[in-house]
């Protein structure tokens, strides 16, 4: 008896505590944001998203997937406005009519990392395309994001600079995020191509190391683009705009340049606008 | 070796200090979780009931695809969700993609084939000459489908167990279909994947503490319930 008891108490607390907190939530005026998992990763977005939706009262349904998902969620009406990093991509978006508005705005950059015996011999090469070429012709292992995002497509674009493919047998398509990607680096001992804010974050649980940084070529810019309400009647373009508009402001200029300094002792992302608002 | 240690410690402190993220994460894991299996045990045990109980033609087949059912990937049924429910999909009206009630939908339809076999299975396993027996006295279907499930309870209540277990660690679709958005359909296993990506294997442990302890509490409230009733007998 007081078993049963108990029992009902127990489920009965549950329910309680929880069946009145949610069915409120409605949505009509949500702005669906298709954004990139470094930004999610980072925590940038959260920070960004926040502020913004406690200054205007409008909800943000963010979603982190790669800046090829991104693109084509734009391609279908699917999402209001893009936060996406691979410029050729954003430039045919805008050309094929899918896309308006197309704003560069902050950069970080990314890195090549290996371990540290570096057998491959490229530490403290800068010349991206020349590092890849000495992967590939030492065939060691190189991992791969593949998974179409703006990191694997820049990877895609220095393997082309280099005028070389990647040896099949030392090439690992991880099929996954840049956090386990570079995981899978590390297990292997295999070079990756990494943003530097993953490498920062994940910085005291692997032991691959920077072999080559600051190109020009590892710059990594991110751009907004709105999608286009001409194209897709149903896309929230106020909400959009009034998003965009603000991820352009001052107030956002100040949470990304400062945004990193604390856990990582440096900045992650630099602001490319100028200052005209 | 170190960072696991140091995660568990944390994960402890986190798990006993919940903070207000932390408890609105847990709070919908806890609201969408129940919610899926309440639904899916209304539609699973009726159902499994009446396809034990009535023969029909194709009834062999019917069970084999429940079986197939029990065994629906997540993913796949968070993909079709997507699918259905995005602003041009069939569903996109209902705006349900990216809100809890998409989550409970994709959840409803990975635990519904779970309970509905289940509960077919032990239905099955009385006695055939039972539900007769119940029928001569004169009950009508549904009165002694009612008597058969109160005979049975035990496996009853294992299916929706099991069924609520399917729910509570589920990730795929839930990822989906909810998009993991921070305050809105955040859940404590998308949670657990963001803070793993971030590097942050302190929170990601204490998340996973926190889902297990919870999981642990609901399971001990069934097991109250199963285990009581039986011994009465």
């Not at chain 1, 009406?77 to 996406?84: N, Q, R, S, T």
């Amino acid at each position: 008896m007081i078993q049963k008891l108990v029992a009902y108490a127990l489920v009965f607390l549950l329910l309680g505590s929880v069946f009145n907190t949610h069915l409120a939530a409605q949505e009509n005026g949500d702005v669906i944001l298709a954004t990139t998992t470094s930004v999610q990763d980072t925590g940038l977005l959260d920070v960004l998203i926040d502020a913004f939706q406690k200054k205007t009262g409008l909800t943000v349904k963010a979603i982190a997937v790669g800046t090829g998902q991104a693109l084509q969620m734009g391609r279908l009406g699917e999402a209001d406005i893009l936060w996406v990093h691979s410029p050729t991509d954003e430039k045919q978006f805008v050309e094929e009519g899918y896309g308006i508005n197309r704003t560069t705005f902050m950069h970080n950059d990314f890195v090549i990392l290996g371990p540290k015996t570096d057998p491959a011999k490229v530490m403290g090469m800068e010349n991206a395309a020349e590092v890849f070429k000495k992967i590939s012709s030492l065939k060691t292992l190189f991992v791969s994001r593949g998974d179409n995002s703006g990191t694997h497509k820049k990877e895609k674009i220095i393997w082309k600079d280099a005028g070389v493919s990647p040896d099949k047998n030392a090439y690992i398509e991880a099929g996954q995020g840049m956090a386990q990607t570079v995981a899978v680096a590390n297990e292997k001992q295999g070079y990756v191509l990494a943003d530097r804010s993953t490498y920062l974050s994940l910085k005291k649980t692997i032991d691959l190391v920077i072999v080559s940084e600051g190109d020009q070529v590892l710059i990594n810019s991110y751009s907004l683009i709105l999608v286009n309400p001409d194209k897709f009647p149903k896309v929230n373009a106020d909400g959009a705009k009034a998003l965009f508009n603000y991820l352009l402001s001052r107030d956002s200029k100040e949470i990304i340049e400062n945004f990193g300094k604390e856990k990582f002792s440096q900045q992650l992302f630099f602001w490319d606008l100028k200052d005209n608002q | 070796m170190n960072f696991i240690l140091e995660g568990f410690r944390k994960g402890v402190i986190l798990l006993f200090g919940l903070d207000s993220g932390v408890l609105a994460v847990l709070k919908l894991s806890l609201y969408i979780s129940i919610l899926a299996t309440f639904i899916a045990v209304c539609i699973g045990v009726p159902l499994g009931s009446i396809i034990a109980i009535k023969r029909f033609p194709l009834k062999k087949i019917i069970i084999a695809l429940i079986n197939t059912g029990m065994g629906l990937p997540p993913v796949v049924v968070g993909l079709f969700a997507v699918l259905f429910l995005s602003r041009n999909g069939p569903l996109g009206f209902l705006q349900w993609l990216y809100t809890p009630k998409g989550m409970v939908l994709a959840q409803v339809i990975i635990a519904t084939p779970i309970i509905t076999g289940l509960s077919l299975a032990a239905v099955q396993s009385v006695d055939q000459r039972f539900y007769q027996q119940i029928l001569a006295l004169g009950a009508t279907t549904r009165q002694s489908i009612w008597v058969l499930l109160k005979e049975i309870r035990l496996s009853v209540l294992a299916a929706v167990i099991a069924g609520f277990g399917s729910i509570i660690s589920e990730v795929g679709a839930v990822m989906m279909v909810g998009g993991n958005i921070k305050g809105q359909t955040r859940v404590l296993t998308t949670a657990t994947v963001l803070e793993a990506h971030m590097g942050n294997f302190d929170i990601a442990i204490a998340l996973g503490l926190i889902l297990l302890t919870m999981s642990f509490i609901v399971n001990l409230a069934l097991t109250f319930i199963q285990q009581s009733k039986d011994r009465q007998k």
